[in-house]
């Protein structure tokens, strides 16, 4: 299976590295590039044309937003999936309206990043009309199953041994991809998928 091709944006250069050094890990993502804000990234993906764009929101010259609805437009075939140290809603559904596939919380677990990476090998392949549950890594699954089954995020964390502030990234993320808002949602989806039963 051919390595994921990742783009790395941040303006931070000790950032970048961190994350590069991260992606290198993993055996099937390749680092293709990095830039330093929106504007070197879309010159970065006319050029390279990486399968998925990691990509910071606050920049100089062009924010992550902008540049992101830009890489939606002008290549649909490159994912971006967006690295904030903001995980409330305030922050997110800008995010997920620009056109990314979703994003991963600069407070999450570094182990979070690669598999959020490799969540994306899919999409990036172009096939959006699967399942949205397929696209949830399996640590999303767990937390999905848990939360419908009624369990709060500090004893979510506890049973995965993770902190609250991972499992709240897991959430927001599967909430995102599978167009979940509330709780309540998330629990009739789980019913609706035989996740859960009454």
Do not use: W
Request: proline share 4%; charged share 25%.
């Amino acid at each position: 299976m051919p390595k994921i091709r990742v783009l790395v944006v941040d303006d931070h250069t000790i950032v970048r590295d961190g994350i590069c050094a991260l992606l290198a890990l993993a055996g099937d993502i390749e680092v293709a590039g990095e830039a330093a804000n929106g504007n070197e990234a879309l010159k970065m993906v006319k050029e390279l044309e990486p399968d998925v764009v990691l990509m910071d929101i606050a920049m100089p010259i062009m924010g992550g937003l902008e540049a992101t609805r830009r890489i939606n437009k002008e290549f649909p075939r490159t994912k971006v999936l967006v690295l904030t140290q903001y995980d409330d809603k305030e922050y997110v559904f800008p995010v997920i309206e620009s056109g990314a596939c979703g994003f991963i919380s600069k407070a999450a677990a570094s182990s979070d990043l690669a598999s959020g990476m490799e969540n994306y090998q899919h999409t990036a392949g172009g096939r959006v009309n699967q399942d949205p549950y397929a696209q949830l890594t399996e640590r999303e699954r767990d937390v999905l199953k848990l939360l419908a089954e009624g369990h709060s995020t500090q004893e979510i964390a506890d049973m995965l041994v993770i902190t609250p502030k991972t499992v709240e990234g897991h959430k927001t993320n599967l909430m995102s991809k599978l167009g979940i808002h509330n709780r309540i949602e998330l629990v009739k989806y789980a019913l609706r998928k035989g996740i859960i039963t009454i």
